[in-house]
């Protein structure tokens, strides 16, 4: 592995031997998951046409069920598979994607997930040559992107999608940095695909800078990736830093990436495909619509930006990822925001120095995990809980869609729905601590909105839950098992007769 320089990226040596390591790529992963009975593989043949999506949204509507890779998809080349659903509701597929053991509960994995993103390791590059990408290519007029078993997810889609499990890079115009995001594409043609960007998104921001100079902006499409590069990509991040920094956080190892060859672009050395493409100024396309992640169709039809596909590069035998946008637990990104989310959320808070958060959860059900964000802590201070909610509500890590932003006590865990409907019920009063934030950043996918012009400017309810502070040594007293006593039966929970670990409490006598 070389270390070079490189405009616009910094670049490191791995860490030293002895830190976590997730899987290495997407197979490394597969093999992982499959290992721990988390992946059930399809040999019966399956159509494109709807037929993949609908056995996705069947055999999802169980939590935790396993990824789904399809082997033998008609209408494709023989070897060129279809991942579904790699993370789903499973937090163990979560964990083995960054490097974490299995069996941890839902807050402990956000816990961990907050800690590697403090910890980012720039990417480094490496040779071209021997990369596990760079097995196959296709340029100009042999380019076809058809082949890939891209696929019609709902009966009302515009018509087959890539992903939307995938790595969109675009290079910042003026400071420089590779921006990694995840963003729908809809086959165009053979050598053509449209690429849909909600506004306020990293690379439509880019795109729009480099079209205001009347220049083209490149970017490179990844298909096939392995979730934690999935995991990063889907996440906001502050606008002057690179998505990479944060995949290799995860991975606890930098991202290897090699140059592209048809634009200035880079690309990770083993994802499954690598696009290059570019998007002309003013170049559009009717796109959608598409079956979204709030179990809606998105917006009607409308424009779309167009990559026009220059190159392809991919693995023997390549690894197609999609991610079923629907509603809970089917929804792929309901699981991911949750955790990824919640971590992002959490650490933003701490950044901002509002003390004393004792935990960050976005309810998978809600949208995708967008829509509402509880947030747990110890009451300092006059006004901490609402400083909390106004934080959690506009950081970057939260600000995005999300309507619903809960404040509850540090004796109740915020994964849990029933302590937190427990909370809002006994703890809030509606005329005193519900306020609503207005004009906030919202998404062309609300349906709530009509019409859709009106759907980017949003609002977020802001929802006080915890004891009032005023009179918080008076308040009510919970009931709350004994410490001693809690412990005494954990210990005896097998013996008991009752299967697996005993539940976490996180309110305790002492």
């Known amino acids: 592995m070389e270390e070079i320089s490189v405009p616009a990226m910094t670049l490191s040596r791995p860490p030293i031997d002895g830190a976590a390591r997730a899987p290495r790529d997407l197979r490394a992963w597969v093999d992982a998951v499959e290992r721990i009975g988390q992946l059930r593989r399809i040999t019966e043949e399956v159509s494109r046409n709807e037929e993949m999506g609908a056995i996705t949204y069947m055999a999802h509507q169980e939590i935790n069920a396993p990824a789904l890779l399809f082997e033998n998809i008609k209408d494709t080349p023989r070897g060129f598979r279809a991942l579904w659903n790699p993370l789903g509701s499973s937090v163990d597929r979560f964990a083995v994607a960054i490097g974490e053991p299995v069996g941890l509960g839902v807050m402990e994995l ?6 590697k993103l403090m910890s980012p390791i720039p990417p480094v590059l490496v040779e071209s040559e021997g990369a596990p990408v760079n097995e196959n290519h296709l340029y100009d007029d042999k380019v076809d992107v058809r082949g890939f078993p891209a696929a019609r997810h709902w009966a009302g889609d515009g018509g087959e999608y890539i992903g939307t499990c995938d790595a969109i890079i675009t290079r910042d115009p003026d400071g420089g940095w590779l921006n990694v995001g995840t963003y729908r594409q809809m086959v165009q043609g053979k050598n053509q695909v449209g690429l849909y960007l909600s506004p306020g998104k990293d690379a439509r921001l880019h795109i729009e800078r480099y079209w205001s100079r009347n220049e083209p902006c490149e970017v490179v499409c990844c298909w096939g990736i392995d979730p934690a590069l999935f995991i990063a990509a889907s996440q906001t991040f502050p606008k002057t830093v690179s998505e990479l920094d944060y995949v290799g956080g995860l991975k606890g190892a930098p991202v290897e990436m090699v140059k592209a060859e048809r634009t200035s672009l880079l690309y990770p050395a083993h994802v499954e495909i690598a696009v290059e493409g570019v998007i002309a100024p003013n170049s559009q396309k009717l796109e959608g619509p598409f079956g979204e992640f709030t179990g809606y169709y998105g917006r009607p039809e409308d424009l779309a930006f167009l990559v026009d596909v220059k190159a392809v590069h ?34 933003d808070l701490e950044r901002l120095g509002v003390p004393g958060i004792k935990g960050v959860y976005a309810h998978p059900a809600a949208a995708g995990g967008f829509a509402m964000t509880v947030v747990s802590l110890e009451q300092r201070y006059a006004g901490h809980a609402s400083q909390a909610l106004a934080l959690t509500a506009q950081c970057p890590g939260g600000a995005y869609f999300s309507k619903w932003i809960v404040a509850v006590d540090e004796d109740v865990d915020p994964s849990n729905t029933n302590q937190v409907i427990w909370a809002m019920s006994t703890r809030c009063n509606p005329i005193e601590d519900i306020d609503i934030l207005r004009q906030t950043w919202s998404t062309w996918l609300d349906p709530t909105q009509n019409p859709p012009e009106e759907r980017p400017y949003g609002s977020k309810a802001l929802i006080n839950a915890c004891m009032e502070h005023r009179y918080i040594k008076q308040f009510s007293k919970r009931t709350k098992i004994r410490r001693s006593v809690y412990e005494s039966v954990a210990a005896r929970w097998a013996q008991l007769g009752f299967k697996g670990r005993p539940p976490a409490l996180w309110a305790l006598e002492d």
């Open 110 to 115: 956000v816990r961990r997930c907050k800690t």
């Open 314 to 347: 991919h693995r023997d035998d390549p690894i197609l990822t999609h991610a079923l946008m629907a509603d809970y637990p089917a929804n792929e990104c309901a699981l991911l925001y949750s955790v990824a989310r919640s971590a992002r959320i959490w650490n």
